[in-house]
């Protein structure tokens, strides 16, 4: 690609607001690339969903975010991931990063041989694509998965702590806290904002491994060797970054600052589904 190509953005998106703990791994490390985030928020969530609807959804957003001149589009959430990845690597000219493979990477080179847990949604853990990675990278490795279905709700709600968020954790995690494992994989990209409750119920002997530093490591690799880093120039001003919804945009808004702070000042309105 020309020096333009390098210019242009990525490509990020989610089910909903889960994806942004991606997009602040991804402004830490390549502080210097624009970003374009779509947030599905009128079909979130994806979890209980089909992988047929997972993936058109994914193609639909996938599209737009091509139209749009992405050069490269980042998978932030594990279950369009789990369940998509392969068809949108076909459909799509540019480099297609996903979520899985770098946070079993990660989960493989923490754990010290006592087991790694995996939770996601519904989706993820039916695909059975955490127990592949894991397995290609650690054949003998226990791996134990759990779906926890009531968590990405609780996010979107910005219930990260309480009662509430803590009776849940434990009715889910219990069985995994018991059953010994060393590493726990946070295999949805809601998730991290749940880590305080989550690392309470597992204990400090669990290291929680959060897939989105993972990706956004395996997006600046990937962008190095393709010769597609953009160029970080003294003095220039910051990146200017697009946060898109495709409903309930001021909602969006609300929470997207909970995830980013600052550094969402406006949220459009993309119209699909
Ligand atoms: N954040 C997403 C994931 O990583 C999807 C959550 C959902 O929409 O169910 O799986």
Redesign the pocket.
């Known amino acids: 690609m020309s020096a333009a190509a390098s210019d242009a953005p990525i490509g990020v998106f ?3 607001l ?2 942004l703990t991606v997009v602040r791994e991804l402004m830490r490390q390549l502080p210097s690339e624009r970003l374009i985030y779509v947030g599905d928020t009128a079909r ?5 969903k089909s992988p047929e609807t997972i993936c058109r959804y994914s193609r639909e957003i996938a599209e737009y975010l091509l139209r749009e001149r992405v050069k490269a589009l980042v998978v932030a ?4 991931t789990a369940v998509a990845l392969p068809a949108l690597r076909v459909a799509c000219p540019v480099p297609v990063i996903g ?1 899985v493979d770098p946070g079993a990477r990660s989960a493989a080179a923490a754990s010290r041989g006592r087991g790694i847990g995996v939770i ?2 519904a ?2 853990i039916a695909s059975g694509a955490y127990e592949r990675a894991i397995r290609t990278l650690a054949p003998a490795t226990r791996v134990i998965a759990q779906a926890c279905p009531l968590f ?1 709700p609780l996010v979107e709600e910005g219930w990260l702590d309480g009662d509430v968020a803590r009776l849940v954790a434990r009715h889910y995690l219990e069985p995994l806290a018991a059953s010994g494992i060393d590493t726990l994989v946070l ?4 998730y991290p904002l749940l880590a305080p409750v989550i690392g309470d119920v597992m204990g400090d002997g669990v290291r929680l491994i959060d897939s989105a530093a993972a990706a956004a490591d395996a997006t600046r690799t990937l962008l190095e060797r393709e010769g597609l880093r953009r160029e970080s120039l003294t003095g220039a001003p910051p990146p200017t970054h697009r946060f898109l919804a495709t409903d309930a945009p001021e909602r969006f808004l609300a929470g997207a600052r909970r995830f980013l702070d600052a550094a969402v000042e406006r949220v459009e309105v993309l119209p699909l589904g």
């Open positions: 989610d089910s909903g889960g994806g979130v969530p994806y979890g209980p959430c594990n279950t369009a979520v996601g949604t989706g993820t990405v295999g949805c990209t809601h």
